[in-house]
Nanobody, 120 residues
Framework: QVQLVESGGGLVQAGGSLRLSCAAS????????MGWYRQAPGKQREYVAA???????NYADSVNGRFTISRDNAKNTVYLQMNSLKPEDTAVYYC??????????????WGQGTQVTVAS
């Protein structure tokens, strides 16, 4: 079994910054891609950013240049540094992890979500 624990959400003024964290623990042999998605009220969940095991990153156009994804492989943790936040960034943010368990089975896990609210 694997657990993902997210932290770092909150309320911030437009133009401010927040840093999200997502730590994975449990039956983990290796972690492949780690990423972030978000879901605003009344909207579908959308892709935000992802980072591969080699550190290659990819961003949605809406956050490119403002958000930075990174990971600490020793801690099985992925981060999302969010700068120049806008009210339209308000959403519940979910981490997404693709990993290989000790039983050599591939799984995809989602975090519980953390609320980010950007006030105008």
């Amino acid at each position: 079994q694997v657990q993902l624990v997210e932290s770092g959400g909150g309320l911030v003024q437009a133009g401010g910054s927040l840093r999200l964290s997502c730590a994975a623990s449990g039956s983990i042999f290796s972690i492949n891609t780690m990423g972030w998605y978000r879901q605003a009220p009344g909207k579908q969940r959308e892709y935000v950013a992802a980072i591969t095991s080699l550190g290659n990153t990819n961003y949605a156009d809406s956050v490119n240049g403002r958000f930075t994804i990174s990971r600490d492989n020793a801690k099985n943790t992925v981060y999302l540094q969010m700068n120049s936040l806008k009210p339209e960034d308000t959403a519940v943010y979910y981490c997404n992890v693709n990993l290989i368990s000790w039983e050599r089975i591939e799984y995809e896990y989602w975090g519980q979500g953390t609320q980010v609210t950007v006030a105008s």
